[in-house]
């Protein structure tokens, strides 16, 4: 397995996001945007996100046009 391979299959599993490094179990697909983001019973930040991640960016990427 080369580097870029490696490079796929750990972001396969991991997202890095600033400093930190979030598991990707959970998704919100394109087909799941009317439907609320599944936190975790304990994110602390699931009362301070859009609870539909997907409306949220359609509506960032409207204004911007």
């Known amino acids: ?4 391979q490696r ?3 750990w972001s396969a599993a991991w997202a890095l996001i600033g400093g930190l490094v ?5 998704y919100a697909e ?3 945007a009317d439907e609320p983001f599944p936190h975790d019973p ?3 930040a699931k009362d301070e996100v859009a609870s539909r991640p ?3 960016l359609h509506h960032i ?5």
Do not use: F, P, Q, Y
């Open 30 to 32: 394109i087909s799941d």
């Open 54 to 56: 997907w409306a949220e």
């Open 7 to 9: 490079m796929i299959a």
């Open 42 to 44: 304990n994110c602390a």
């Open 61 to 65: 990427l409207d204004v911007k046009r």
């Open 22 to 26: 979030a598991c990707t179990w959970l």
């Open 1 to 4: 397995m080369d580097g870029n």
